[in-house]
């Protein structure tokens, strides 16, 4: 049922992948981390404004109602991981995901303070000292430092992130501020300081069921063992015939430098997180022996059985299924981008008075009452102004335009009416009507918008 966690000290490793994975954690952290410093027109560029509701993100201004902008994107995240999956395996758990980024990072720490695998094992397995004592402490203080600012990163996409870091210093957090910090930034430290691996192992969904994403011509990181086997130590000079031996000197670093400690010369295992290092680390050895690299390497089943080329294998990568994945992403990525081009930069919500369907006023008017939400989601103030159509001699009562902030929203109470002779000839009962709202526009070279809102106008019998 359960097994005690064995402690992996990954072995460091440079070479052409890891040099992409340092290129990625760089580019993923300068977003992360400095995406909620910017500001665009006096105001966080990114800022997801829960209590007024509103998320800012450049120069778009998105309400709830544009929920269906957020399910896009995650549609498009999941075509893009299903599609790079099937032609790549796992490139995002190996060079992207959260949890590889920042282990990379608390690892890179780790061995800065502590040192290497050889020298954190014999430190692992020292009594206490002044010397493993301050190396401990130091790690973890570093670890917790990286986890709050983290933290205080995170909740600074909800919170605009120069009065947050003011209430820090201050003492004044909130509480719900305070709890989001500590709890993302101790889920960091927990997650790549300790839990590491087994979080890919035991937790991520992904790792479960992205092998059915894979196919024989998928990408994935291999051993060859037609050239590796036999295996065994040897010199340079050895004649391998002769020896009967394989390139694969034995040496154990590809295990060495796993994070998840699995030996990929048993074949491909549900535990590889695709990090290349060990690739890295082989075709070093390789060098060093003066054989060919990638004895370990990105390939197909199907390219490693007919031993195939590059190109036959790049030829493969258009396959139905990626064809399928890729016209999918193509169209989902289109039609948000037209909607978001087309989106209208306001939004009407008409909510009939529920109290008062319908009633005769003066001189036999009837009368019906609305409450309209207007929201600006634009940068700058706007006026709006009302009107109805669908029955003969309707009209609002609203004797002015409605003005209303940048990003701001306001409920607009209003009645409809229509004249006697008008109720009398549609008759009693339920009739659609038309608000429509025009934002006037402010100067001559801004195009007036029109949003046309149906409901409907109760006349009593
Ligand atoms: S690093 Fe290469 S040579 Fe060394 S054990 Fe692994 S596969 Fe064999
Ligand atoms: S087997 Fe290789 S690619 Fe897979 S996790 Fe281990 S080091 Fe990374």
Redesign the pocket.
């Known amino acids: 049922m359960y097994q005690a966690q064995k402690k992996i000290y990954a072995r460091a490793v440079s070479g052409w992948f890891a040099r992409w994975r340092w290129a990625l954690v760089w580019a993923t952290q300068i977003i992360f981390y400095g995406l909620p410093w910017l500001q665009w027109a006096g105001r966080p560029a990114v800022l997801f404004d829960l209590p007024s509701r509103r998320f800012y993100v450049f120069n778009l201004v998105l309400y709830p109602q544009d929920f269906i902008y957020l399910t896009g994107l995650l549609i498009i995240s999941a075509y893009a991981l299903f599609l790079f999956t099937t032609v790549a395996g796992r490139l995002w758990c190996?060079y992207a995901c959260p949890q590889t980024v920042y282990t990379e990072i608390f690892m890179w720490v780790e061995r800065h303070i502590e040192g290497d695998r050889p020298r954190r094992q014999k430190l692992d397995a020292a009594p206490w000292s002044l010397n493993k004592l301050w190396r401990k402490t130091a790690k973890q203080a570093a670890w917790i430092a990286i986890g709050l600012w983290t933290g205080f990163t995170f909740v600074g996409y909800f919170t605009p992130i120069r009065s947050l870091g003011g209430a820090v210093l201050a003492f004044g957090l909130g509480p719900w501020e305070l709890f989001w910090i500590l709890f993302y930034g101790l889920a960091t430290y927990g997650n790549a300081g300790w839990l590491r691996e087994q979080v890919c192992k035991y937790m991520c969904p992904y790792a479960r069921f992205q092998s059915v994403m894979f196919d024989r011509d998928t990408l994935i990181?291999s051993y060859d063992a037609e050239r590796g086997d036999p295996r065994g130590t040897r010199g340079r000079k050895t004649d391998l015939k002769a020896a009967n031996l394989g390139h694969c000197i034995d040496c154990g670093l590809?295990v060495e430098?796993?994070?998840?400690g699995?030996d990929?010369r048993n074949g491909l295992q549900y535990?590889?997180?695709?990090?290349?290092?060990?690739?890295d680390v082989c075709n070093g050895v390789m060098d060093k022996m003066q054989y060919p690299r990638g004895l370990i390497r990105y390939d197909t089943l199907e390219g490693m059985d007919k031993h195939l080329g590059r190109a036959q294998e790049i030829k493969r990568i258009f396959r139905p299924r990626v064809i399928g994945y890729g016209l999918v992403l193509l169209l989902i990525c289109g039609a948000l981008l037209v909607s978001l081009l087309m989106r209208s930069p306001f939004r009407v919500d008409v909510v009939r008075d529920r109290g008062v369907l319908s009633r005769v006023v003066d001189d036999g008017w009837v009368e019906n009452v609305y409450r309209l939400q207007l929201m600006n989601a634009s940068e700058s103030e706007q006026r709006y102004r009302i009107t109805a159509r669908g029955l003969p001699g309707l009209a609002t009562d609203l004797k002015t335009d409605i003005e209303i902030g940048s990003a701001q929203a306001r409920w607009v109470p209003l009645a409809l009416r229509v004249p006697p002779e008008a109720a009398a000839s549609v008759g009693p009962g339920s009739h659609g009507v038309e608000f429509v709202v025009e934002r006037i526009a402010a100067s001559a070279d801004e195009a007036s918008r029109t949003q046309v809102e149906k409901s409907t106008f109760m006349v009593p019998r």
Do not use: Q, Y
Request: charged share 5%.
């Open positions: 190996g990181i590809c430098v796993c994070p998840t699995i990929i535990e590889c997180i695709g990090c290349a290092a060990c690739i």
